[in-house]
Structure formats: C-alpha cells, structure tokens
Nanobody, 122 residues
Framework: QVQLVESGGGLVQAGGSLRLSCTLSGIEIGSDINLMGWYRQAPGKQREFVAL???????NLASSVNGRFTLSRDSAQNTLWLQMNNLQSEDTAVYYCNAVVANFHSRLNEYWGQGTQVTVSS
C-alpha cells in the first residue's frame, strides 16, 4: 500500500539542471515521516547518500553535491524535490528516493522508490 514514486530523471548535458520529485503515499494514519532523502547508484558502484531532510526541516547534503543540489519539501511533508544544478558526468546514476516512517507505535519502517535514471553527457 505504501508507495514512494519518483520522477524527473532524464538526459542532460554537463552544466545543465534537472529537478527530481518524490511523493510518499499510503502510510498509516498516525504515522510520522522522520526522514526523506535521496540516494544514487552509478554503474559498478555502491549506492551512496545524496541528500536528506528530517521532520524538523534540517537538511544534509553529501559533500559531492553540496552547493549544486538543493532540497525542498511541500507543506504536507510527503513530497520531496531535489533540484540538481551544474550537473556533471559523475552525477550519472539511478537516483532513489528514501523515506523513514515511524508508525503509531514508533516502529520505524524504511521505504524506497523504484529509481529514476539521471544521465549527464559531457
């Protein structure tokens, strides 16, 4: 029932921009979204952290994207955007949205989106 849907990936030239979105739906009444963020996985590499925002609005960005990527969240706190500027070839990866949700009993559950491909050409 819980769905985490990403969109916005595509092919862009180096120096260009993309805006990814992630929407979480279907969580139980009384749940609390503790974290939403983005990870990415390039071919032949491990999945790595990109950015996150917690319930209080605190943001954390990987050093590799800090200054180029920014996060934003809607007032309902169930949709997350990743604005990616000055994209470089090393940003090419499948980007996955991630959410950590506490249910009514404070049990944490982690959810992942299906991934969206970002390809940056030189």
């Amino acid at each position: 029932q819980v769905q985490l849907v990403e969109s916005g990936g595509g092919l862009v030239q180096a120096g260009g921009s993309l805006r990814l979105s992630c929407t979480l739906s279907g969580i139980e009444i009384g749940s609390d979204i503790n974290l939403m963020g983005w990870y990415r996985q390039a071919p032949g590499k491990q999945r790595e952290f990109v950015a996150l925002i917690d319930k209080g609005g605190h943001m954390n960005l990987a050093s590799s994207v800090n200054g180029r990527f920014t996060l934003s969240r809607d007032s309902a706190q169930n949709t997350l955007w990743l604005q990616m500027n000055n994209l470089q070839s090393e940003d090419t990866a499948v980007y996955y949205c991630n959410a950590v949700v506490a249910n009514f009993h404070s049990r944490l559950n982690e959810y992942w989106g299906q991934g969206t491909q970002v390809t940056v050409s030189s």
